[in-house]
Protein backbone atom coordinates (compact mmCIF):
# COMPACT_ATOMS: atom_id res chain seq x y z
CA UNK A 1 0.00 0.00 0.00
CA UNK A 2 1.41 3.22 -1.15
CA UNK A 3 2.57 5.50 1.73
CA UNK A 4 2.21 9.52 1.10
CA UNK A 5 2.65 12.78 2.97
CA UNK A 6 1.68 15.71 2.21
CA UNK A 7 3.67 19.16 3.84
CA UNK A 8 1.20 22.33 3.12
CA UNK A 9 -1.64 20.25 2.63
CA UNK A 10 -4.43 23.52 1.37
CA UNK A 11 -5.77 24.18 -2.06
CA UNK A 12 -3.84 22.04 -4.31
CA UNK A 13 -2.36 19.32 -1.40
CA UNK A 14 -6.02 18.37 -0.55
CA UNK A 15 -6.77 17.57 -3.94
CA UNK A 16 -3.46 14.89 -4.48
CA UNK A 17 -4.77 13.37 -1.29
CA UNK A 18 -8.07 12.95 -1.90
CA UNK A 19 -6.54 11.40 -5.99
CA UNK A 20 -4.21 9.13 -3.63
CA UNK A 21 -6.52 7.95 -1.57
CA UNK A 22 -9.20 7.04 -3.94
CA UNK A 23 -6.36 4.70 -5.31
CA UNK A 24 -5.88 2.75 -2.17
CA UNK A 25 -2.78 5.28 -0.88
CA UNK A 26 -2.84 5.67 2.90
CA UNK A 27 -2.18 10.15 3.60
CA UNK A 28 -0.58 12.27 6.04
CA UNK A 29 -1.36 15.55 5.56
CA UNK A 30 0.38 17.94 7.61
CA UNK A 31 -1.24 21.69 7.93
CA UNK A 32 -0.81 24.79 10.11
CA UNK A 33 -4.22 25.12 11.48
CA UNK A 34 -6.13 22.67 14.28
CA UNK A 35 -9.71 23.57 12.30
CA UNK A 36 -8.21 22.39 8.95
CA UNK A 37 -6.67 19.28 10.90
CA UNK A 38 -9.83 18.38 12.41
CA UNK A 39 -11.79 18.22 9.15
CA UNK A 40 -9.37 16.27 7.44
CA UNK A 41 -9.64 14.16 10.45
CA UNK A 42 -13.47 13.73 9.99
CA UNK A 43 -12.98 13.02 6.05
CA UNK A 44 -10.59 10.37 7.26
CA UNK A 45 -6.83 11.52 6.56
CA UNK A 46 -4.21 11.38 9.27
CA UNK A 47 -3.50 14.65 9.96
CA UNK A 48 -0.80 16.33 11.80
CA UNK A 49 -0.18 20.34 12.99
CA UNK A 50 3.48 21.95 12.45
CA UNK A 51 4.60 25.39 12.05
CA UNK A 52 7.71 25.89 10.39
CA UNK A 53 8.24 29.30 11.34
CA UNK A 54 9.83 28.34 14.62
CA UNK A 55 13.74 26.49 14.12
CA UNK A 56 13.59 25.31 18.01
CA UNK A 57 10.19 23.22 17.39
CA UNK A 58 10.57 19.57 16.97
CA UNK A 59 7.57 17.52 14.93
CA UNK A 60 7.97 13.85 14.43
CA UNK A 61 7.24 13.75 10.81
CA UNK A 62 6.49 10.16 9.87
CA UNK A 63 8.08 10.14 5.80
CA UNK A 64 9.91 6.73 5.95
CA UNK A 65 9.21 5.21 2.20
CA UNK A 66 6.45 7.92 1.68
CA UNK A 67 6.22 9.80 -1.29
CA UNK A 68 6.82 13.36 -0.08
CA UNK A 69 4.76 16.52 -1.92
CA UNK A 70 6.48 19.87 0.03
CA UNK A 71 4.10 22.81 -0.88
CA UNK A 72 4.60 24.65 1.79
CA UNK A 73 4.25 28.48 0.60
CA UNK A 74 8.00 30.10 1.91
CA UNK A 75 7.97 32.99 4.51
CA UNK A 76 7.29 36.60 3.57
CA UNK A 77 10.45 38.39 3.18
CA UNK A 78 14.46 37.68 2.89
CA UNK A 79 15.33 35.82 0.09
CA UNK A 80 15.85 32.44 1.96
CA UNK A 81 13.46 29.80 2.80
CA UNK A 82 13.83 29.39 6.38
CA UNK A 83 10.27 26.95 6.17
CA UNK A 84 12.04 24.77 3.74
CA UNK A 85 15.35 24.28 5.63
CA UNK A 86 13.46 23.87 8.92
CA UNK A 87 11.75 21.06 7.63
CA UNK A 88 14.73 19.25 5.80
CA UNK A 89 16.39 19.75 9.39
CA UNK A 90 13.60 17.90 11.44
CA UNK A 91 13.80 15.11 8.86
CA UNK A 92 17.00 14.54 7.89
CA UNK A 93 17.25 12.65 11.18
CA UNK A 94 14.79 9.99 10.40
CA UNK A 95 13.94 7.51 8.01
CA UNK A 96 14.12 8.41 4.35
CA UNK A 97 10.83 9.02 1.89
CA UNK A 98 11.18 7.24 -1.07
CA UNK A 99 11.12 10.43 -3.05
CA UNK A 100 10.55 14.50 -2.63
CA UNK A 101 8.16 16.38 -5.00
CA UNK A 102 8.87 20.59 -4.42
CA UNK A 103 6.57 22.57 -6.07
CA UNK A 104 8.71 25.69 -6.83
CA UNK A 105 7.25 28.70 -9.05
CA UNK A 106 8.33 29.98 -12.33
CA UNK A 107 9.43 32.80 -10.77
CA UNK A 108 12.80 31.26 -10.35
CA UNK A 109 13.32 32.36 -13.83
CA UNK A 110 14.59 35.71 -14.35
CA UNK A 111 12.56 38.74 -16.89
CA UNK A 112 12.67 37.12 -20.32
CA UNK A 113 11.01 39.84 -22.12
CA UNK A 114 8.23 37.55 -23.57
CA UNK A 115 10.87 34.84 -24.52
CA UNK A 116 10.79 31.38 -24.11
CA UNK A 117 11.69 29.22 -21.20
CA UNK A 118 12.45 26.09 -21.33
CA UNK A 119 13.71 23.79 -18.28
CA UNK A 120 17.47 24.75 -19.23
CA UNK A 121 16.75 28.53 -18.79
CA UNK A 122 18.75 30.12 -16.11
CA UNK A 123 17.14 30.47 -12.92
CA UNK A 124 17.96 33.73 -12.21
CA UNK A 125 14.90 35.34 -10.14
CA UNK A 126 14.40 38.89 -9.79
CA UNK A 127 12.33 38.79 -7.52
CA UNK A 128 12.41 38.14 -3.66
CA UNK A 129 9.94 35.56 -3.78
CA UNK A 130 11.89 33.79 -6.64
CA UNK A 131 14.75 33.56 -4.74
CA UNK A 132 13.25 32.04 -1.44
CA UNK A 133 11.76 29.33 -4.38
CA UNK A 134 14.91 28.52 -5.57
CA UNK A 135 16.65 28.40 -2.17
CA UNK A 136 14.33 25.92 -1.18
CA UNK A 137 15.18 24.11 -4.49
CA UNK A 138 18.94 24.10 -3.96
CA UNK A 139 17.90 22.57 -0.02
CA UNK A 140 16.26 19.72 -0.87
CA UNK A 141 18.62 19.14 -3.80
CA UNK A 142 21.08 19.12 -1.06
CA UNK A 143 19.15 16.71 0.84
CA UNK A 144 18.73 14.61 -2.03
CA UNK A 145 22.45 14.60 -2.93
CA UNK A 146 23.54 13.53 0.86
CA UNK A 147 20.57 10.93 0.97
CA UNK A 148 20.42 9.19 -2.27
CA UNK A 149 16.27 10.50 -2.47
CA UNK A 150 15.30 11.10 -5.89
CA UNK A 151 14.39 14.81 -5.71
CA UNK A 152 12.10 16.28 -8.20
CA UNK A 153 11.17 20.19 -9.17
CA UNK A 154 7.66 21.28 -10.42
CA UNK A 155 8.43 25.26 -11.68
CA UNK A 156 4.75 26.12 -11.84
CA UNK A 157 3.13 28.70 -13.26
CA UNK A 158 -0.06 30.92 -11.78
CA UNK A 159 -2.90 28.55 -10.11
CA UNK A 160 -6.38 29.23 -11.28
CA UNK A 161 -9.54 26.94 -10.76
CA UNK A 162 -12.57 26.79 -9.19
CA UNK A 163 -12.50 28.80 -5.80
CA UNK A 164 -8.92 29.99 -7.23
CA UNK A 165 -10.14 32.99 -9.41
CA UNK A 166 -9.17 37.03 -8.67
CA UNK A 167 -12.66 37.41 -7.58
CA UNK A 168 -11.34 39.94 -5.34
CA UNK A 169 -9.45 42.22 -7.10
CA UNK A 170 -12.16 42.12 -9.58
CA UNK A 171 -14.94 43.41 -7.34
CA UNK A 172 -13.16 45.97 -6.23
CA UNK A 173 -12.32 47.51 -9.60
CA UNK A 174 -8.51 47.11 -8.54
CA UNK A 175 -6.75 48.48 -11.69
CA UNK A 176 -5.00 46.41 -14.24
CA UNK A 177 -2.33 47.37 -16.76
CA UNK A 178 -3.24 48.45 -20.69
CA UNK A 179 -3.70 45.08 -22.74
CA UNK A 180 -1.45 46.99 -25.44
CA UNK A 181 1.48 47.06 -22.26
CA UNK A 182 0.96 44.11 -20.64
CA UNK A 183 3.24 41.15 -21.60
CA UNK A 184 2.64 37.09 -21.97
CA UNK A 185 2.01 35.41 -18.48
CA UNK A 186 1.67 31.91 -17.61
CA UNK A 187 -1.55 29.56 -15.75
CA UNK A 188 -2.13 26.20 -15.05
CA UNK A 189 -5.77 24.89 -14.17
CA UNK A 190 -5.88 22.99 -10.32
CA UNK A 191 -7.22 20.08 -11.75
CA UNK A 192 -3.88 19.87 -14.26
CA UNK A 193 -1.69 20.56 -11.83
CA UNK A 194 -2.89 17.62 -9.43
CA UNK A 195 -2.74 15.28 -12.90
CA UNK A 196 0.85 16.68 -13.29
CA UNK A 197 1.75 15.85 -9.34
CA UNK A 198 0.53 11.92 -9.84
CA UNK A 199 2.35 11.53 -13.14
CA UNK A 200 5.66 12.89 -11.77
CA UNK A 201 5.43 10.61 -8.38
CA UNK A 202 5.64 7.37 -11.12
CA UNK A 203 7.59 8.57 -13.95
CA UNK A 204 9.28 11.92 -12.71
CA UNK A 205 13.38 11.26 -11.62
CA UNK A 206 15.67 12.40 -9.30
CA UNK A 207 16.95 15.17 -10.68
CA UNK A 208 13.79 15.85 -13.00
CA UNK A 209 12.73 19.28 -13.16
CA UNK A 210 9.26 20.03 -15.27
CA UNK A 211 7.88 23.19 -15.49
CA UNK A 212 4.24 23.01 -15.28
CA UNK A 213 2.04 25.52 -17.45
CA UNK A 214 -0.78 24.98 -20.04
CA UNK A 215 1.25 25.94 -22.71
CA UNK A 216 -1.20 29.25 -23.92
CA UNK A 217 0.29 32.08 -22.41
CA UNK A 218 -2.03 35.04 -22.57
CA UNK A 219 -1.28 38.90 -20.63
CA UNK A 220 -2.44 39.13 -17.30
CA UNK A 221 -4.99 41.61 -17.77
CA UNK A 222 -6.44 39.23 -20.97
CA UNK A 223 -6.79 36.79 -18.18
CA UNK A 224 -8.70 39.06 -15.40
CA UNK A 225 -10.58 40.06 -18.41
CA UNK A 226 -11.81 36.58 -18.83
CA UNK A 227 -12.72 35.79 -15.29
CA UNK A 228 -14.66 38.82 -14.94
CA UNK A 229 -16.38 38.15 -18.07
CA UNK A 230 -17.04 34.64 -16.66
CA UNK A 231 -18.19 35.69 -13.20
CA UNK A 232 -20.45 38.07 -14.88
CA UNK A 233 -18.88 40.78 -13.25
CA UNK A 234 -18.00 44.30 -14.61
CA UNK A 235 -13.85 44.51 -15.93
CA UNK A 236 -11.60 46.27 -14.20
CA UNK A 237 -9.94 49.90 -15.25
CA UNK A 238 -7.11 49.65 -16.85
CA UNK A 239 -3.94 51.88 -16.78
CA UNK A 240 -0.58 52.47 -17.86
CA UNK A 241 2.70 51.55 -16.56
CA UNK A 242 3.43 54.95 -15.53
CA UNK A 243 0.15 54.85 -13.51
CA UNK A 244 0.75 51.18 -12.50
CA UNK A 245 3.90 51.67 -10.67
CA UNK A 246 1.66 54.70 -8.44
CA UNK A 247 -1.34 53.07 -7.63
CA UNK A 248 -0.50 49.20 -7.88
CA UNK A 249 0.56 47.16 -4.85
CA UNK A 250 4.16 45.72 -5.18
CA UNK A 251 3.10 42.04 -5.52
CA UNK A 252 1.00 43.19 -8.36
CA UNK A 253 3.56 45.11 -10.19
CA UNK A 254 5.91 42.56 -9.53
CA UNK A 255 3.33 39.88 -11.33
CA UNK A 256 2.79 42.30 -14.05
CA UNK A 257 6.77 42.88 -14.76
CA UNK A 258 7.39 39.40 -15.43
CA UNK A 259 7.03 38.83 -18.82
CA UNK A 260 8.30 35.16 -20.20
CA UNK A 261 6.66 32.26 -22.09
CA UNK A 262 6.57 28.67 -20.47
CA UNK A 263 7.57 25.72 -22.45
CA UNK A 264 5.75 22.72 -21.25
CA UNK A 265 6.69 20.69 -23.65
CA UNK A 266 9.10 18.06 -21.56
CA UNK A 267 6.27 17.94 -18.92
CA UNK A 268 3.96 16.03 -21.96
CA UNK A 269 6.76 14.34 -23.42
CA UNK A 270 8.51 12.72 -20.03
CA UNK A 271 5.22 12.67 -18.33
CA UNK A 272 2.96 11.90 -20.89
CA UNK A 273 0.54 14.53 -19.59
CA UNK A 274 -2.46 14.99 -21.31
CA UNK A 275 -4.38 18.29 -20.63
CA UNK A 276 -7.99 18.44 -19.78
CA UNK A 277 -7.55 22.46 -19.69
CA UNK A 278 -4.72 23.80 -22.48
CA UNK A 279 -6.31 27.48 -22.51
CA UNK A 280 -7.89 29.88 -19.98
CA UNK A 281 -11.13 29.29 -21.22
CA UNK A 282 -11.89 25.82 -21.03
CA UNK A 283 -10.19 26.10 -17.76
CA UNK A 284 -12.54 29.30 -16.76
CA UNK A 285 -15.68 27.08 -18.16
CA UNK A 286 -15.11 24.35 -15.50
CA UNK A 287 -14.44 26.90 -12.73
CA UNK A 288 -17.44 28.77 -12.72
CA UNK A 289 -20.46 28.20 -11.21
CA UNK A 290 -23.43 27.87 -14.31
CA UNK A 291 -25.19 31.17 -13.51
Not at 20 to 29: F, I, K, M, S, W
Not at 54 to 60: G, I, K, L, S
Not at 155 to 175: A, K
Amino acid sequence: MQKVFVAGCGYIGERIATSLREVGAVVTCMVRSPEKAARLESDGYTAMIASLDDPTAFHQFDVADAILYYLVPPPGGGTADTRARNFIAQIAGTKKPARIIYMSATSVYSEAGGAMITEESPALPDSAMGKRRLDAETAFRGYGIATGVPVIILRVSGIYGPGRLPLMQISQGQPLLNEHESGPSNRIHADDLVTVCLAVAEKGEGGDIFNVSDGTPTSMTSYFNACADALGLPRQPQVTMEEACQVMSPLMLSYISQTRIICNRRMGQQLGVQLRYPTVADGLAASVPLR
